[in-house]
C-alpha cells in the first residue's frame, strides 16, 4: 500500500528520508554487521550516533554552552514527576507555579502537588482551553522555584505566541507537541522538555534541556534514575539509553539540518498551517475551534455542524488516505496534526478534499 497522510498527533509521520535510511541500514549499520538495536551502547558505533545526536540538536536549537542536552526514557509524563522532583526544592518554601493550558497541563500539575506547594497562576479552562491566558510578571510568585508553561497544547490546538516573562524564576516548558517547529530562544527558559513521537523521533527517547545551575536540587526521595544530574554527569549513558529511537532522532535531526534548520521549518510550518487557517476562515461549513491569536502551527481541531457530518467526514477522508483526524473527545469533531514531517502536499490535499466535502454537503 502507498503511504498515507497521517494526521496523527502522535507518535506521527516521520520523514521518508529517515526511514529509508533506516531501513538500509537496518542489517549492518556502517559496516560493523549489526544493526543499530543489537549494538552496545558503549561501541564506538553507538557512541558516535549519540555525541552526533547530541551536536545536531544543540545546532538546530541553538543551545547555549550553558545547557545539558539529555537523551531519557519515560516520555513527557514521567517529566511531570521530574521537574518537581529536581527544581521544586531550589527553593526551602517548596513552591511552584504553572499555568494550566490544557489536559496535559493538568498533569504536569497534579503531579507537581505531590512533590510540594502548586499555584496555578492562570488557566483557560473556563472556555474549555481555546486561548492561551495573559500572563505578566506580577502574577508569578518571586519566590517560586520554577514556573511552568506548555508552549503547544496538543489537544486543544492553542500556542504562546510569547512566552510569559517570569522575572527570575526559571521558566519550564513542556514542548513536547512544538519542539522544532519554530525558533525558540533557549536561554530564556531553565528547563525545556519533550516527548520525541511528534517532532524528533519514535517514542521512547525524551529529551529534557536544563540550564546547568538548575542541576543538584533534588527532592531526597528522588529514585536516582528520575535525577537530571546523574544523567547529565553521565552524558545520558548512566544506562542503556533507548539506542535505537535515538539513532532514528539523528537521523530526523539530519533531515531537519538538510531542510535548512528550524527557521526554514517554520517557514514551512506557517504556511502549511496558514492554508488550513484560511480553508477554516472562509468556509461556510468547517470552523476552527481556537480563538486565532493563539492558534497551534502544529495541530488544528475544527468541527462541522452536527455529529452526523464530523462521523461521514471522517469516514471519507479514512477511505482517501487521510487518517487519523479524530479529535480528541474532550473537543470532538477532527483534529488535523501537521508536524514537521507532514509534506506540504499533504496539507494541499486535505484542503481540497475539505472543500469538495464542503460542495457535495452545502
Ligand atoms: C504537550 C504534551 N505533553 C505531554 C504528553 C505526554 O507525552 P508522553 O506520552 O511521552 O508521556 C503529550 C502527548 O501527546 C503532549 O502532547
Not at 9 to 33: F, I, Q, R, V
Not at 279 to 300: A, H, Q, W
Request: hydrophobic residues 40%; aromatic residues 10%; proline residues 5%.
Amino acid at each position: 500500500m502507498a503511504r498515507v497522510f497521517n494526521f496523527s498527533a502522535g507518535p506521527s509521520m516521520l520523514p521518508e528520508e529517515a526511514l529509508k535510511t533506516a531501513a538500509a541500514e537496518m542489517l549492518d549499520y556502517g559496516n560493523t554487521g549489526t544493526s543499530v538495536m543489537e549494538m552496545s551502547h558503549r561501541s564506538a558505533a553507538f557512541d558516535a550516533i549519540a555525541k552526533d545526536a547530541e551536536s545536531l540538536l544543540r545546532e538546530l536549537m541553538e543551545i547555549p554552552a550553558n545547557y545539558k542536552v539529555l537523551f531519557l526514557q519515560g516520555g513527557a509524563s514521567t517529566q511531570f514527576a521530574m521537574v518537581p522532583l529536581n527544581l521544586i526544592a531550589r527553593n526551602p518554601a517548596k513552591k511552584a507555579d504553572y499555568v494550566n493550558t490544557g489536559t496535559w497541563s493538568k498533569k504536569a500539575i497534579s503531579e507537581a502537588k505531590k512533590y510540594g506547594t502548586v499555584k496555578v497562576v492562570a488557566t483557560s479552562e473556563d472556555k474549555n482551553f481555546t486561548y492561551i491566558p495573559t500572563l505578566s510578571k506580577d502574577m508569578f510568585d518571586q519566590e517560586a522555584s520554577y514556573a511552568h508553561i506548555t508552549t503547544n497544547n496538543t489537544i486543544f490546538g492553542t500556542r504562546y505566541r510569547e512566552l510569559p516573562d517570569t522575572g527570575s524564576v526559571p521558566l519550564v516548558a513542556d514542548m513536547s507537541s512544538n519542539i522544532l517547529s519554530e525558533r525558540y530562544d533557549v536561554s530564556k527558559f531553565g528547563l525545556i522538555y519533550a516527548g520525541a513521537q511528534k517532532n524528533i523521533g519514535p517514542a521512547g527517547v525524551t529529551v529534557a534541556i536544563i540550564r546547568e545551575d538548575l542541576l543538584g536540587h533534588e527532592l531526597p526521595i528522588t529514585p536516582t534514575m528520575l535525577g537530571y544530574k546523574i544523567h547529565a554527569e553521565n552524558a545520558s549513558m548512566y544506562n542503556t539509553p533507548p539506542c535505537y529511537p535515538l539513532y532514528i532522532s539523528k537521523l530526523v535531526f539530519e533531515w531537519l539540518k538538510k531542510l535548512g534548520g528550524v527557521a526554514a521549518m517554520q517557514k514551512i510550518n506557517e504556511e502549511k498551517a496558514g492554508m488550513l487557517y484560511d480553508f477554516l476562515d472562509n468556509s461556510k461549513l468547517f470552523k476552527g475551534t481556537v480563538e486565532p491569536k493563539y492558534r497551534s502551527l502544529m495541530n488544528i481541531p475544527f468541527v462541522l455542524p452536527s455529529e452526523e457530518l464530523n462521523g461521514a467526514f471522517i469516514k471519507q477522508a479514512t477511505a482517501a488516505n487521510f487518517i487519523n483526524l479524530k479529535g480528541h473527545r474532550s473537543v470532538g469533531g477532527m483534529r488535523a496534526s501537521i508536524y514537521n514531517a507532514m509534506p506540504v502536499d499533504g496539507v494541499k490535499k486535505l484542503v481540497a478534499f475539505m472543500k469538495d466535502f464542503e460542495s457535495k454537503n452545502s
